[in-house]
Structures are given as C-alpha cells and as structure tokens.
C-alpha cells in the first residue's frame, strides 16, 4: 500500500512564495521518480514538475520553470515544490505523484491533493 500526503498549500498573494511537501510510504517507493501535477477548475490535471529518484535531475513545466524548484530529502520519500513569485493562474489542487520516470506524462500513484490559491 503506497501513501502519499501533501501538506503546505493555502491562500497567498501574488508575487508571493509558498512550499508544498509531500511524504511517501509504503513498499513500493523503491526507486520511484516523485512530481508535481495541478489541476485548476474546468481545466484538465497537467503536469507542474518532477526529480528523479537520486535527485540529480528534474523536470519542469515552461509555465512554472525559473520561478518554482524541486527537491527532495536524502531519505528520497519526502519532496518538495518551493513556489515563488507565485501567479494567479497557479491557482489549482496541487497533486504529489510517484511517476516511472520524470519524463512520464503522468504518476502511478497519487495523493488527495492540496489547494494552492493565489489573490491578485
């Protein structure tokens, strides 16, 4: 059984920061590659960002690249999306994912999502 629980989302202005975490168990997080995805009202799940299992290399959506950053802990359960600069368009349910691969399109496993809402 894998469980993934994201924490950190909430109300900030734009221009703002916010971190987002998410802590992974169970058998199977092995060597999974761990990412963010998003989903805003009305629109489909898209994907935000992703870091590979020994954390040497992300991934990042054009429409977040240079303001959000990817990490996780050397324990490699836990990571996290550092969000700067924040706009109101990032407004959405951020989703934690376990995915095969950073260039995977989607995860194999999912956590029930933290909202991100952004003022103007």
């Known amino acids: 059984q894998v469980q993934l629980v994201e924490s950190g989302g909430g109300l900030v202005q734009a221009g703002g920061s916010l971190r987002l975490s998410c802590a992974a168990s169970g058998r199977t997080v092995g060597t999974y590659s761990m990412g963010w995805f998003r989903q805003a009202p009305g629109k489909e799940r898209e994907f935000v960002a992703a870091?590979?299992?020994?954390?040497?290399?992300?991934r990042y959506a054009d429409s977040v690249k240079d303001r959000f950053t990817i990490s996780r802990l050397n324990a490699r359960s836990t990571v996290f999306l550092q969000m700067n600069s924040v706009k109101p368009e990032d407004t959405a349910v951020y989703y934690c994912a376990l995915m095969r691969s950073i260039a995977a399109g989607t995860g194999d496993y999912w956590g029930q999502g933290t909202q991100v809402t952004v003022s103007s």
């Open positions: 870091i590979s299992w020994t954390g040497g290399s992300t």
